[in-house]
């Protein structure tokens, strides 16, 4: 039989070794015994303390059970009160921020700054006498939070008592669940039929704000610290290295910038930016303090938030916009793709101005209307997705989205079919491979990149033999390859590869005509090139800005904002540069007709009319099919049209003759 003083020193080893168990496996991710030794030990602790009551004590691991539930939260009020942070999105809010405390710092100099992670999840205070945990807060208000003890005592991570017998200690920090527990706790839900969880961060909340501790007890709950208010050490950085050492968690990504390493401190914000999709716990932003605390406490607080301190947020992955409009992309395989125009909003560090759709299907499940407000995110840093209608904010006057209708308004000329089985409408007799042939025979033509030897038949073969499956394999052709197919010999297969090569570096306008955006013909892609100088500018564009160039209305905006929507276009474009092919910006500095608008009538005996209209944009003018009062001249060849000579001269616009426009372009 197991005396009094037995039990006791036995139970005492039991706690010794229970607890840097749980140390070591919550705190530091290490194992020093098997889950089932550690179980094992705990059951005979229990079994000790039932035979020897009197000897159970506050901090002894078997106290982590869930007790008895409770009527309702008692409220406490900070002792310190619980403040948040001023949020700052740049570089140069920071360096505001910096500039304001210089000048309220005695002598205006700030020596260093302490960074950590900022956690997403539950902040809470954790208080100790003597070394024994007795109390946890919330932050509620900042001023009064509720006592959450009972639960709060269930997280395995949290110890009960500290390395250290300090008199009084608070500890602050963060109640999360990581990331990988979360999707096992769904992958529950969903198994059993019942709703999924939103997010770590509400679970975790709501966990602690049940009143039934068992629910706490039952959830794979962590507690990270970031603050250690008693007792007050001189610097964020010792405040962190003392919690480590009482046996707390904390992020571990904590780090001291010297004033003068600004450069260095802004690379680890890229850095952590990069990869905080790895860690194992949610996080949307980093802390920046001033090391020093007691210049930190005098700087003291405006409002609810200190001076000291900031958290610079992580470009946000979720926002919320307003649908202006659904337009319907046709891609390279004849499919009708539909895509949200949206009004411009930052998400994960871009302006987003469309979102995909998928499919019929997909809108109908969305229930999506022109004039919602709707929730995106990215998905894949491609395209954005619309994750949720709130429905709440939807305008009285709007109607369901009707696909086929659209499809008929967008494309009048075209049929369209939904194969059985299929969620896509495709574009009716009209195959994959012959849709990719023709956008091909257009990508080389002359009004686009004239890539010689790149005719009808010679795509066909290339296409038929499977050499070539997008535009985008045109720069991955082989001589040895090519030159085995039934229409080439070594010297042609040569010359092809070499003339698909030489075209890497194409006028912007003809590459933008080369991509044969509906509605988008050499003239506009001339303006569009003029206007926006880069492919890249072109592709972040809105409807707005389109509408502001000269003879493009809503129709043809449209089209580009849901050519460049499109994620098998954008892959294309990816992949082309990617291959080098990179689109020489338009010099317009001293072009000689920059400004100037012309009109061709009749038949030119020096020129086809496509190669006079390509001299005139090369000069920098505009060619347009009509004439208007910003017309500057009517160009006119042999047989002009009556229509066109009487409007200029009823507008009194110059007419030149085909000698006069040699000259002009000379």
Same mark, same amino acid.
């Given at each position: ?25 919550h ?24 035979? #020897?009551p009197?000897?159970?004590t ?6 982590r ?19 948040s ?9 920071v ?10 710092? +005695?002598?205006?100099k700030?020596?260093? #700054?302490f960074t ?10 954790l ?10 807060v919330?932050?509620?208000?900042g ?23 300090l008199?009084?200690?608070e500890?602050r920090?963060?109640i999360?669940?990581f990331?990988?527990? #979360? ?5 529950a839900?969903?198994k059993?039929?019942?709703?999924e969880?939103?997010?770590?961060r509400?679970?975790? &909340?709501?966990?602690i ?25 001189p610097t964020?950085?010792?405040?962190y ?6 046996g ?9 910038f ?11 914000i ?5 990869y905080?999709k790895?860690? +194992? ?24 938030t +200190? ?14 916009t ?6 319907i ?36 499940r ?5 004039g ?30 009707s696909?086929?209708e ?17 969620v ?19 990508y ?13 038949k010679?795509?066909?073969a290339?296409?038929?033999s499977?050499?070539?499956k ?24 040569k010359?092809?590869v070499? &003339? %698909? ?5 194409? +006028?912007?306008?003809k590459?933008?005509t080369?991509?044969? %955006? ?11 090139a ?22 493009i209305?809503?129709?043809?905006a /449209?089209?580009?904002l849901a ?10 474009l990816?992949?082309?540069? /990617? ?11 001293n ?9 061709i ?13 390509e ?17 500057t ?10 229509g ?23």
């Open positions: 039989m197991t005396t009094k003083n037995e039990a006791e020193s036995r139970i005492k080893k039991l706690r010794e070794i229970i607890n840097d168990y749980r140390y070591h496996y705190v530091l991710d290490e194992s020093i015994m098997s889950e089932a030794a550690a179980d094992s030990l705990k059951h005979e602790l229990s079994q000790l303390e039932a035979e #020897f009197e000897l159970i506050p901090d002894s691991p078997t106290q059970v869930a007790g008895k539930p409770l009527d309702k939260f008692q409220k406490v009020t900070h002792e310190k009160r619980m403040i942070l001023a949020d700052v999105f740049s570089r140069e809010e360096l505001d921020w910096i500039s304001r405390n210089e000048k309220l710092v +005695p002598g205006g700030i020596h260093e #700054f950590d992670i900022k956690m997403d999840g539950l902040a809470c205070a208080k100790y006498r003597n070394g024994v945990f007795y109390q946890a919330t932050r509620g208000d001023m009064v939070g509720e006592d959450v003890t009972q639960n709060v005592k269930t997280i395995e991570n949290i110890p009960l008592r500290l390395s250290e017998d008199d009084e200690v500890v920090g963060e999360i669940i990331k990988e527990d #979360f999707e096992k706790i769904n992958a839900q969903k059993k039929g019942e709703p969880f939103a997010n770590p509400n679970l975790a &909340a709501g966990s704000r049940q009143l039934d501790p068992k629910i706490a007890a039952s959830r794979p709950l962590r507690f990270i610290a970031y603050d250690l208010v008693k007792p007050n050490l964020h950085k010792e405040a290295e003392m919690l480590r050492a009482l707390f968690r904390t992020s571990n990504e904590d780090r001291v010297k004033a003068t390493e600004q450069k260095e401190l802004f690379e680890y890229d850095k952590l930016d990069e905080r790895g860690l +194992p716990f949610n996080t949307d932003g980093m802390v920046i303090k001033i090391n020093d605390r007691e210049v930190y406490d005098k700087l003291g607080i405006v409002g609810k +200190p001076r000291a301190a900031v958290a610079f947020k992580f470009p946000a992955e979720e926002s919320t307003k649908v202006r409009d659904i337009v992309s046709i891609g390279r395989t004849g499919a009708a793709t539909p895509v949200a125009i949206l009004d411009p909003v930052q998400v994960a560090g871009s302006t987003v101005q469309h979102a995909s759709l998928h499919n019929a299907d997909e809108i109908a969305l229930d999506v209307r022109i919602d407000t709707v929730i995106i995110y990215k998905a894949g840093d491609i395209i954005p997705q619309v994750k949720e209608v709130l429905t709440t904010l939807r305008p009285a006057n709007t109607k369901p989205f696909y086929e659209a499809l008929k308004a967008q494309y009048p000329e075209l049929e369209f079919i939904r194969p059985a089985g299929e896509v409408y495709r574009v009716k007799g009209e195959t994959s491979d012959f849709i990719l042939k023709r956008s091909i025979e257009y080389a033509s002359k009004p686009a990149l004239n890539i010689e030897g790149l005719g009808e010679n795509v066909v290339l296409v038929d499977g050499l070539v997008s535009i985008a394999d045109l720069y991955k052709l082989k001589v040895e390859n090519v030159q085995k197919l039934e229409r080439f010999a070594e010297l042609s297969a010359n092809l070499s &003339a %698909i090569e030489n075209s890497k570096t194409p +006028p912007l306008n590459f933008i080369a991509l044969g %955006i509906r509605h988008v013909g050499a003239q506009t892609a001339t303006a569009l003029n206007h926006f100088g880069s492919i890249e500018a072109l592709q972040d564009t809105t409807k707005d800005q389109l509408i502001e160039i000269p003879d209305g809503e129709v043809v /449209e089209s580009i050519y460049f929507s499109d994620e098998d276009n954008l892959n294309l990816s992949e082309l540069k /990617e291959l080098g092919v990179k689109p020489e910006k338009p010099n317009l500095d072009a000689p007709l920059k400004g100037k608008s012309y009109i009538t009749g038949t030119l005996s020096s020129m086809g009319r496509e190669v006079a209209e001299k005139l944009r090369e000069k920098g003018a505009t060619v347009t099919s009509s004439v208007t009062k910003t017309t001249a009517l160009i006119c060849g042999e047989k002009p049209g009556k066109k000579t009487d409007k200029a001269a009823k507008l009194n616009i110059k007419t030149i003759t085909e000698a006069e426009f040699l000259k002009l372009i000379s």
